[in-house]
C-alpha cells in the first residue's frame, strides 16, 4: 500500500515533478522512500492484482483501486483483485507524458485522420487512456576478438573477379538493445512506439507505481536473445566494411555467419519497466488497441474505418472527380462508363488483396513472444499431468503425452522469415499499384487524343476489349483466390465489382448508340462497386483490429 505518513491518505506518483504526492494532504515524498511503501524487502514488494473475469487478462498496481473495465478485452466489468508479492524489475522509465499531454496530442493525430470513428474523438472515451508499464529485456552484448571475412568485386561482364581478405579484430559492446517481454503486449506495438531514451531509466522502485498499472513478463529472455545479436551483428558489420573501404565490394557472408565471424555474444539481460499510454475501444467482436509511448508520444494504434464516413468522403472525391471530367468536357456517359470500368479493376484488386492478407493473418500468428508463451504453458501442463499420473502410478499411460507436446511454434529463423516474406510482398504490392497507374495512363491517353473519333476508333475498341477479358481473368482469379480461404461466404461481395467490369466492358464493346444505356450501366455499376468497396473496408477493419483475447492463465502464481 502507498500511504501518506502525515495523513495516510493515499499517494500517486506526479509525473510533472517526479515526486509522490498525497491526494489528501499534498505533501510530497522522493519515491525511493521504500518506508512509506512497505518495500522494505530486497526483492520483491507487496501490489495488488486485477483480473477481468471476462478474458483472464490482468494488470497490478500499488494503490488500492476500483477497475471497472478491462485493458485487454475492453469490457465494461469490474476487475476481480487479489494481494500478491511481485518480484521486483530492475529498472523502470517513469511516465513523461502526463494524460492530458496524451489526450491531447491522440486527438490532434485522430483530427487529421479522415475516416475515424467519432467515438475516437469523444472526449468521455480518451479519459479511458490508462498509464501502464510493460516490462522488456534490455539486452547487452560482446565482440570480441580476431575478425576474418572475404569480400569480392561485383560481377561485371569480362573482367576478373578479385577476392580481398578483410583481416582486424573487434572489441565491441553493445547495451540497449530491447524486446517486450509480455505476451499480451503485441510485439507489432511495441516495436512501433520504441524507441526510448535509455538515459531516463532509473533503478526500479515501487513508488513509480502509485497511481499506475503495469503488465508482468512472462516471456523468457532467451526468446529474444537471437534478435539481439542480429542487431549487434549488423551494426558491426556497416561498420567495419566501412573501415575496411570494402563498401563497394559484395559481401557473400551471410548475417548469421557473421555471427560468428563478430564472436558475438549477449552477455545480459535486464527486466525494466516502460511507460506506456493504453486505451482499449471495443466493438461487437473486435477489440483495438490505441498505444503511445509515454516518455516521446510516439503512437501505434489499431483504427477501424467507419462506413457512413467512408461514404460520404467517397461521395466528396466522386464529385470532385465528376466536376474534374466536366470541366475537362470528358463527362459523356461513354467516357463515364470507360472511368467506371476503372474504378471497377481498382476496387477488385484490392478486394482480393485485402482477402490475402486476412488468409495470411489466420495462418500464423508473427508475435514470438506470444507463440512463446503458448508452447510454454502447454508444456507445463503437460508437464504436471504426467507428474500427477506418476504420483498415482499411471506415468505410463501419461508418457505420450508428455514426451509430445501438442503445440508447436515458430523458430526464431521463421519468425524472421516471415518478418522479411511480409517486407518482400510490401515492396511487391507496391509494384502493383504502380504498374496499374502506368495502365490507366497508358490507356487514358490514347483515348484522349481519339477522342474527336469517339464514333469507334480502332483503338478504343481494343481498350474496351481489354477490359472485358480484364474482368474476366479478376473474376475467375478471385474465385481461385477464394476458395482458397475461409472466406467463400463472401464471395458475392467480391463479384459485385468483378460484374461491373465485365459489364461496362461488354457495353463498351457492343456500343449501343443510344447515351440512356451508359447511363444505366454508370448507375449499376456504381451500386456494385459500392458494396465490394464497403467488403474491403469490412476486411480492412478485421485486419486492423484485434480478436477479443483470452488468457487461461495467470502471470502471478
Ligand atoms: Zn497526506
Ligand atoms: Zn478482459
Known amino acids: 500500500m502507498v500511504n501518506c505518513i502525515a495523513c495516510g491518505g493515499t499517494l500517486t506518483y506526479d509525473i510533472t515533478t517526479g515526486f509522490l504526492r498525497c491526494n489528501s494532504c499534498s505533501k510530497c515524498y522522493a519515491v525511493e522512500d521504500a518506508e512509506i511503501i512497505g518495500a522494505e524487502e530486497e526483492k520483491v514488494f507487496d501490489a495488488t492484482v486485477y483480473a477481468c473475469p471476462k478474458c483472464g487478462g490482468e494488470i497490478v498496481g500499488v494503490n488500492n483501486l476500483a477497475i471497472s473495465n478491462c485493458s485487454y478485452c475492453g469490457e465494461q466489468v469490474v476487475l476481480k ?7 521486483k524489475p530492475e529498472r523502470i522509465i517513469p511516465f513523461q507524458i502526463t494524460k492530458d ?12 485522420a479522415p475516416c475515424v470513428p467519432s467515438a475516437f474523438r469523444d472526449e468521455g472515451n480518451l479519459e479511458g487512456f490508462r498509464a501502464i508499464y510493460m516490462p522488456h529485456w534490455i539486452y547487452k552484448g560482446e565482440q570480441k576478438g580476431e575478425v576474418s571475412f572475404y569480400v569480392n568485386d561485383k560481377p ?7 577476392y580481398y581478405h578483410v583481416k582486424g579484430g573487434i572489441d565491441m559492446t553493445y547495451e540497449g538493445m530491447v524486446h517486450d517481454a509480455s505476451s499480451s503486449f503485441p510485439d507489432s506495438m511495441s516495436e512501433q512506439i520504441a524507441p526510448y531514451d535509455m538515459s531516463k531509466l532509473r533503478d526500479f522502485a515501487p513508488g513509480y507505481y502509485a497511481g499506475f498499472f503495469a503488465d508482468a513478463a512472462d516471456v523468457a529472455s ?9 542487431e549487434m551483428v549488423k551494426a558491426s558489420k556497416e561498420k567495419m566494411i566501412k573501415m575496411a573501404y ?3 565490394k559484395e559481401v557473400k557472408v551471410s548475417n548469421d555467419a557473421f555471427k560468428e565471424v563478430f564472436h558475438s555474444e549477449i552477455t545480459s539481460a535486464s527486466l525494466a519497466m516502460f511507460p506506456v499510454w493504453f486505451m482499449t475501444y471495443r466493438t461487437k467482436d473486435r477489440v483495438s488497441y490505441i498505444t503511445m509511448n509515454g516518455q516521446n508520444g510516439r503512437m501505434a494504434y489499431d483504427i477501424p474505418v467507419s462506413k457512413p464516413k467512408f461514404l460520404l468522403f467517397s461521395l466528396i472525391f466522386g464529385l470532385f472527380a465528376a466536376l474534374f471530367l466536366f470541366v475537362l468536357k470528358l463527362n459523356s456517359p461513354i467516357l463515364c462508363t470507360l472511368f467506371m470500368s476503372f474504378v471497377g479493376i481498382f476496387v477488385v484488386l484490392r478486394h482480393r488483396e485485402s482477402i490475402m492478407l486476412i488468409t495470411k493473418k489466420a495462418g500464423s500468428s508473427s508475435d514470438f513472444g506470444e507463440n512463446y508463451a503458448k508452447v510454454e504453458r502447454a508444456k507445463r501442463k503437460n508437464k504436471e499431468a504426467y507428474e500427477a499420473a506418476k504420483r498415482a502410478g499411471m506415468e505410463d499411460l501419461y508418457e505420450d503425452v508428455y514426451l509430445t507436446p501438442e503445440v508447436n511454434y515458430q523458430s526464431r529463423e521463421d519468425y524472421i522469415r516471415v518478418k522479411e516474406t511480409i517486407d518482400r510482398k510490401r515492396k511487391e504490392r507496391a509494384g502493383a499499384v504502380f504498374t496499374i497507374l502506368i495502365l490507366i495512363v497508358s490507356a487514358i491517353m490514347p483515348i484522349l487524343s481519339e477522342l474527336v473519333m469517339i464514333d469507334g476508333g480502332f483503338m478504343l475498341r481494343f481498350i474496351f476489349v481489354f477490359i472485358v477479358i480484364a474482368g474476366i481473368w479478376l473474376g475467375v482469379e478471385n474465385l481461385i483466390r477464394l476458395t482458397e480461404t475461409e472466406e467463400t461466404g463472401k464471395i458475392l461481395k467480391g463479384g459485385f465489382a468483378v460484374f461491373a467490369v465485365i459489364l461496362c466492358g461488354v457495353t463498351l464493346t457492343i456500343f449501343p448508340e443510344n447515351l440512356f444505356y451508359y447511363t444505366l450501366v454508370n448507375v449499376i455499376s456504381l451500386l456494385m462497386i459500392t458494396i465490394t468497396a464497403l467488403d474491403i473496408v469490412d476486411k480492412h477493419n478485421r485486419l486492423g483490429t484485434r480478436k477479443i483475447p483470452h488468457f487461461d492463465y495467470s502471470k502471478f502464481n
Do not use: I
Not at 561485371?156 to 578479385?162: F, G
Not at 529474444?224 to 542480429?230: I, K
Open 156 to 162: 561485371k561482364k569480362n573482367q576478373t573477379e578479385y
Open 222 to 230: 532467451e526468446v529474444y536473445e537471437f534478435e539481439a545479436e542480429r
Open 101 to 112: 499531454m496524451c489526450k491531447r496530442m491522440f486527438k490532434e493525430k485522430m483530427s487529421k
Open 81 to 87: 483483485s487479489r494481494m500478491v508479492k511481485l518480484e
Open 246 to 248: 570494402v563498401e563497394d
